[in-house]
């Protein structure tokens, strides 16, 4: 096959998940691993995890083994523990209806290895694999890594009436392995992405998530042409629509949004903040005579939605805070002196400031190629002021005073929120002036103060 981009050669299965199955086969059952670990194993990925399924009941599952794990007995899943690792062995089943769009009512377990295939998602992860048998692949997921392709099992649109997740699935899955969508796949997952209202906001997150922290975060303009940002994150739709003429820009807000998040690392924050960075254009849109587009002030109230995003989608309130505090920063533009670059790390934070220069030099990678040349060069003078400041060591928080509350009680000034008073002063005068965080100094200066 040559350039054949799946890896032919035998799948080699891990010591632990190999001795799971061979205990199986020994007592007579069907026994394979399945799904992502065939699916990454031949393309040359190592698998994060190893699944089993088998035609071996739950019961039997449990008395095979000496420790098992009851983690989702009801759809025949048992979690053995074999040398300090976990597999997850599952009878051969048949799912019921899908009432919830998500998970079946009901399963029924079966001895066929292909009703039981026939069941999952997408024909890349419909495959099974011993070294008995060898690759079963019954529905052509090869050629579909071969030729690129994300494709159901199966009539798609049953795929997706049984479980609305996958439809965001298939978009998530192009966007971690470069592949491209089918178009019946496609097509179904237009028509039935509304379903998607009836899944929980904590899958939707971990989907969302997957998508962009991937090679290919610009799949999420697949997930829009298909409607799934539409029920799933409006906010976006409102930004591929949003046009712009600029000088800075020459398109949508949305298709800046999606260079952005290639023109920085695979991070979650990073690229959560380049999400949403722009989300409080469209509605700042104004117009003047000359028919250039401006947005004043966008980034505020885009950290107004940026935080409704976020509290919809029950993200932790750690991340939520960061990326809300960077978006609502992102439009800064540091004076070009070290006063100013000291100023623009209090306001960022520390911690915070180094991730600020990456959405900026992201957020100039979206925009019209004619201005980036001019704003690339800001950056770099900027970071080199930072990086002296650094050198220096000069105070950039009340902590790197020279002087404390104690210190300021000492000499006389009362306590109470005087004391929070004068120590902010102190931090303002001092950031004009490094020289002067002594500690004699500044005790001079807030008597002077108090």
């Known amino acids: 096959m040559g350039d054949s981009r799946i890896k032919t050669e035998r799948i080699r299965i891990p010591r632990f998940a190999a001795k799971v199955i061979d205990r199986l086969h020994a007592l007579g059952y069907e026994a394979c691993i399945v799904g992502g670990c065939v699916r990454d194993s031949l393309l040359g990925y190592t698998p994060q995890d190893w699944d089993v399924t088998t035609s071996a009941r739950p019961e039997q599952i449990r008395e095979a083994f000496e420790r098992t794990i009851d983690t989702g007995i009801a759809h025949g899943t048992v979690t053995v523990r074999m040398d300090n690792e976990s597999v997850e062995v599952t009878t051969y089943r048949i799912d019921g209806k899908y009432a919830d769009h998500r998970h079946p009512d009901q399963v029924r377990f079966t001895s066929s290895l292909e009703e039981d295939l026939k069941r999952r998602d997408f024909t890349i992860n419909a495959m099974a694999y011993n070294d008995r048998d060898g690759l079963i692949d019954l529905f052509h997921g090869t050629q579909d890594l071969e030729d690129g392709i994300v494709r159901c099992v199966g009539d798609a649109k049953a795929r997706f009436t049984e479980d609305a997740l996958r439809i965001f ?15 019946a796949t496609k097509q179904a997952a237009q028509e039935l992405a509304p379903s998607l209202q009836y899944v929980s906001q904590e899958r939707i997150r971990a989907e969302l998530e997957k998508l962009l922290i991937s090679p ?114 992102h439009s800064l533009y540091p004076e070009l002196t070290p006063e100013g670059v000291r100023r623009a790390v209090v306001q960022l934070g520390e911690d915070l400031f180094p991730v600020f220069l990456k959405v900026k030099r992201a957020d100039i990678g979206g925009q019209n190629p004619e201005v980036q040349e001019k704003k690339l060069r800001y950056m770099d003078e900027v970071e080199a002021i930072y990086r002296q400041i650094l050198e220096r060591g000069d105070c950039l928080s009340l902590k790197a005073l020279a002087v404390t509350g104690d210190d300021l009680i000492a000499a006389g000034i009362p306590k109470g929120k005087k004391i929070g008073t004068v120590l902010q002063a102190l931090l303002e005068e001092v950031l004009s002036d490094p020289e002067r965080n002594q500690r004699e100094v500044l005790i001079e200066r807030a008597r002077e103060l108090r």
């Not at 699935?169 to 178009?183: T, W």
């Not at 690392?265 to 722009?278: A, C, G, K, N, P």
């Not at 505020?300 to 989608?313: D, T, W």
Request: contains cysteine; aromatic residues 6%.
């Open 169 to 183: 699935r298939a978009v998530r899955f192009c966007a971690k392995l470069g592949f491209v969508l089918d178009p």
């Open 216 to 329: 290919h975060p610009e799949m999420i303009r697949l997930a829009w042409e298909c409607g799934i940002t539409r029920i799933i994150l409006p906010e976006f739709d409102a930004m591929m629509e949003a046009v712009q003429n600029n000088a800075h820009h020459k398109i949508t807000v949305g298709e800046h949004t999606i260079r952005t998040m290639c023109a920085c690392e695979s991070d979650r924050i990073l690229r959560l903040t380049m999400l949403l960075h722009d989300s409080g254009k469209p509605a700042c849109q104004t117009i003047d005579d000359n028919g250039v587009y401006h947005y004043h002030g966008h980034a505020a109230p885009g950290a107004v939605i940026a935080r409704q995003v976020m509290e919809r989608l029950k993200y932790d309130k750690a991340t939520e805070r960061t990326v809300v505090h960077l978006i609502r920063n």
